[in-house]
C-alpha cells in the first residue's frame, strides 16, 4: 500500500483496437507549416537585411571619401597644388566598404574634360579633383549616367555633394 505523500504512477489503458491514446506531439503537417512559416519570414528579412547592409556600406563609404577629400584639401593648403594620386596624402591603401581602392583624378593635371567624371549633360561635375567609389560593383564609366557608374559613390560640385550617383541631379 502506498504511503499518503507518495504518488502512484497512471497507467492509460490501449484505446479500442489496440493502440495506445494520442500522446502529446506534433505531427508532420504541423511541422511542415510552422518550417514553411519560418521560410517565409526568412523570405522577407533577407532582402531587408541586405538593403540595410548596403545603406550601412555607402554611408561608410560617404565617410571616408569625406575623409580623404579633407586631406587632399589639407595638402594643396600646405603644398599650393593638389596631390597627383593618393599616396601623397596617406590613403593609397584605404579600400571601400566592397574591397577596392577608392579612386583619385587630378583634374589640374588633366588636358580636357576626357578624364573627369560628368553629369548627364556630359559637364564635367568637379573643377577641382574627382575622387569615388567604384560602388558596389566595382565598376565605373565616365558619366554618372551609365549604369556602371549609377552605384558609384561620388564627391560632385566640389565637395557639396557627396552621394550615391544616382541621386546626384545638377
Not at 497512471?10 to 493502440?19: C, E, L, V
Amino acid at each position: 500500500m502506498p504511503k499518503p505523500h507518495q504518488t502512484v504512477p497512471s497507467f492509460s489503458p490501449p484505446a479500442a483496437g489496440g493502440r495506445r491514446a494520442r500522446t502529446r506531439g506534433f505531427t508532420t503537417i504541423e511541422l511542415m507549416l510552422g518550417i514553411a512559416i519560418i521560410g517565409i519570414l526568412i523570405a522577407i528579412a533577407a532582402p531587408a537585411y541586405q538593403n540595410y547592409q548596403d545603406r550601412v556600406r555607402t554611408f561608410k563609404a560617404v565617410a571616408d571619401i569625406k575623409s580623404i577629400e579633407a586631406l587632399v584639401l589639407t595638402y594643396r593648403a600646405e603644398e599650393r597644388s593638389l596631390p597627383a594620386s593618393l599616396a601623397q596624402v596617406g590613403a593609397a591603401a584605404m579600400r571601400d566598404p566592397w574591397g577596392n581602392p577608392y579612386q583619385y583624378t587630378n583634374l589640374e593635371d588633366v588636358n580636357g574634360n576626357g578624364a573627369a567624371r560628368k553629369n548627364k549633360n556630359l559637364v564635367p561635375i568637379n573643377s577641382d579633383f574627382d575622387l569615388w567609389s567604384n560602388g558596389k560593383d566595382g565598376a565605373s564609366h565616365s558619366p554618372l549616367t551609365a549604369q556602371a557608374s549609377r552605384d558609384d559613390i561620388v564627391r560632385a560640385n566640389d565637395g557639396r555633394f557627396v552621394g550615391l550617383a544616382s541621386d546626384y541631379d545638377p
